[in-house]
């Protein structure tokens, strides 16, 4: 797989409209209609089209350069076997599905959304309300239940302190 920035031509530190520029260039340069039965100028031509779709939308890039990506981006369909079979859950130092937050794992705050913040929120706020409400039946499960209800209560508290925060960071 190529890089996004080399195959328009362009470092990876430039402004819009020099990938815009570029892209008129390449795209110009590799069309179909001036290239006719050429199949190696043809897919360059898809190339060319896929960089500039992520690299002229802040958001893709930003997951770009950070090494993400989109499923709707083609360009890794030829990347071998990278998808993950069970989405964003993967097995981790802290067991299945990712439960365990490391330093390397955290976003920052540029990468979420006022939506992410929210829903954060509101789930945190939930997570909190339902260790309460279960807490006054945690005696039927004797110790265990109240381990459940304080790891709910504190997690809720914790996950609702952090939107909180991103909220106040985002900029947008």
Known sequence: MSDLYEVLGVPKDASPEQIKKAYRELAFKYHPDRNPDNTAAEEKFKLVNEAYSTLSDSEKKARYDLGGYNDDQPFRANA?????????????????????????NRRSYEDFTRREAFEMLLRGLLTFAVGIVLFRFSYIFGIFGILICVTAIGRGLMSSLRAIRLLINIKK
């Open 80 to 104: 071998p076997n990278q998808e993950n079979p069970y989405g964003q859950y993967t097995w981790t130092a802290y067991g299945p599905f990712g439960t365990g937050s490391s330093s390397n």
